[in-house]
């Protein structure tokens, strides 16, 4: 077992300390980025990248959580050796639209995040 995946097991019992101190300075060093879907609506994503890393994982969370709900998650797949990717859902988190938070397509099922060419 490597030494981050050992560190799992002893975390819960200094979680307070664990939460404002790595995993803060963790966070802190995230990349917001965004891009335009359709409608010209704008998505908003985080990610950790490091160049030894050869892996991405790319998450998708649930319909009403937001990228700030995984620093934890992202930190330890990160420290696995993985590139993180966080997308938020059209209408969630820092999404912003001029029709507010929920577009008329967005409420009743999938709404594509990009054009086809």
């Not at 420290?79 to 507010?100: E, K, M, N, T, Y």
Request: overall charge positive.
């Amino acid at each position: 077992m490597n030494q981050h995946k050992a560190s799992w097991l002893r975390r819960e019992k200094a979680f307070a300390a664990f939460a404002t101190g790595p995993l803060l300075d963790f966070w802190h060093s995230r990349e917001e980025l965004e891009f335009t879907g359709v409608g010209n609506l704008t998505l908003r994503y985080v990610r950790f990248t490091s160049p030894q890393h050869k892996r991405v994982i790319l998450i998708v969370p649930g319909r009403i959580e937001s990228y700030i709900k995984y620093p934890e998650l992202a930190y330890d797949l990160f420290h696995c050796g993985f590139d993180v990717v966080i997308l938020d859902h059209r209408g969630q988190g820092a999404f912003r639209s001029p029709a507010g938070r929920f577009t008329p397509r967005s409420r009743g099922g999938i709404y594509p995040l990009c054009r086809r060419p």
